[in-house]
């Protein structure tokens, strides 16, 4: 009885107050207090049900997901693409089998490079460019297959800079010598971005 | 021990009680005061209500104002004149006056009987019977309303007991509420007789009901909060079982899904350099330019100088050659729309043909796909 002869001693102005205000209030967070954990333990086991849920869903093609991933590791690691750049062993071998590549291209055109000038080395991405120069003089046939050889050829070879220069005077049916510059690039994957057959083997665990 | 324990127990059962007690006091203050608080707006918003007193007779009604006023002269009504009253006072509040009605004369039967000793539970039904007995009327067209006069010694008890016609009251309850009265109350008898405990004759429904914490009321609370708790017991439970039968499986799959986006991150990091390849040698070169700008020329001119050059906009193009129509040509090359920026840098007349220009421009293949 106390505490309601406490709260009935208060004036008037302060007894609305607690009437009004702060025992609903206290009502409240009492409520509150009581059903925040309960509130709290049907959230988690709502939350728990849907995760569960959506891990068995995914899970029940995880067998044919993990061999289809298997499939396109092996298939990545076998791919032809990787042919198309060189090996990543050092600039100056790579440069020495670039400049032997479009030698041999040219030289199948029977044109003989008259200069050859190593470019800068440069990184482009994933990949480390290198390029080479080379000065000839060819006939416009000649160029046209030589063209058609680097776009086939087995390694990937990309035309940088292409100068070509004729003569100004020359007959109508006359196929003239042309002056040729040209900049090829090949191209080599900086190291630790190959495929290794370990790390694929690494990443499949059937 | 058990002393021991009988003494806790004891004292934890006072202690409940005291809570238990302590927090009923409590919230009879704070409904008692919400009930003032309620009472105190309504007064501000809407005024006080008057209260008035309608003493009925058999064909005449007076109406005065309560509590009454020695000497005041009441308003007299005929009967048949009710539905008017409401209009012949004046209203000081907002609100609908309060108006309490007192039957007297033919209107009401009084008897008076003696009831023997007998359980407080069986009074009223018994005083029903009573009525039933001694009424010329069928006691379910009659509202009954009754007081115990006294209660002897032995237990038996004199009741005085009123009866009305449910008609009567009925009619006086429509006029009442469509006259914009708040009826209070319908008495039997006088209105000094009201201060000696005579009934209301309002149905019950009308009648503010009391809610008394009694011990059916106390055990179907106890039922309710058992229930309530068997209820969360057993979903606890559920989400237990639920979590223990699951586990391993959950373990299982949640494994194998990592395994999968671990082989996902590899598979993704291992072919960026492959697709990165295919994106390059999907860019046009200086050769596959020199191609297209072959084609796009016209049959009428040749070129006896070019440059191309690969930038990160583009391919680069100048080039010197002849032409019947430098201008044409430079249209030509606009139109193909493979190129963009095609400027005319020089057009001069030909030294070596008339019918020809001399021309020197530039250009640039857009970094599409290549063709």
Known sequence: ??????????????????????????????????????????????????????????????????????????????????TKLYPAAS????????????????RAQQVEPQMLTPLATSAEGQFKKIGTRFTCSARIDQVQKILAALATHSRYLRVERLKISAPQSQQANENAPLAIVLDVSGYQLIRGAAPTSDSISAGVRP | MQTLNAIRSGWARRRASTVATELVSFGHWWLSELKDCAKAFRSKLLGDNASYVLIVDDDQASLQPFPIEAGAQPLLLAVTALPQSRDVIAAPGKANPHL????????????????????????????????????????????????????????????????????????LRRIASTSGWDLKAVIPGEPEAESTGAPNLLPRSSARLAFTMGST?????ACACGLALVWMLTIWGQSVYERWTLDEQVEHAQAQLRQIADQTALLKKQSAPVVALRELMQRPDAASALEAFSASLPHDAWIYDAELQTTPQGIQIHVEGYAKSAPALTSALEDSRRFTSVQLVQASASSQNADEQRFELRAQLSSGVRR
């Open chain 1, 1 to 82: 009885m106390r505490l309601a002869q406490l709260a009935s001693s208060l004036p008037p102005r302060n007894r609305r107050v607690l009437a009004l205000t702060v025992v609903p209030m206290l009502a409240l967070a009492s409520l509150g207090l009581l059903l925040e954990p309960i509130w709290y333990s049907f959230a988690a086991q709502r939350d728990w049900r849907a995760e569960v849920r959506k891990t068995f869903a995914s899970a029940a093609h995880a067998t044919q997901s993990q061999t289809s991933l298997q499939e396109q590791l092996g298939s990545l690691q076998a791919s032809a693409l990787w």
């Open chain 1, 91 to 106: 600039d100056s071998s790579a440069g020495a089998s670039l400049q032997a590549d479009v030698s041999a291209v040219l």
């Open chain 2, 100 to 171: 309490r009605i007192y039957l007297r004369g033919h209107r009401v039967l009084f008897c008076a009987f003696a009831l023997p000793s007998m359980d407080e539970r069986h009074v009223a039904d018994a005083i029903g019977l009573q009525a039933e007995r001694r009424s010329p009327i069928d006691i379910h067209e009659l509202y009954l309303g009754w007081r115990i006069a006294r209660t002897y010694e032995d237990g038996s008890r004199e009741v005085e007991l009123a009866m009305v016609r449910r008609s009567d009251v009925d009619l």
């Open chain 2, 217 to 221: 009321e106390k055990k179907l609370l």
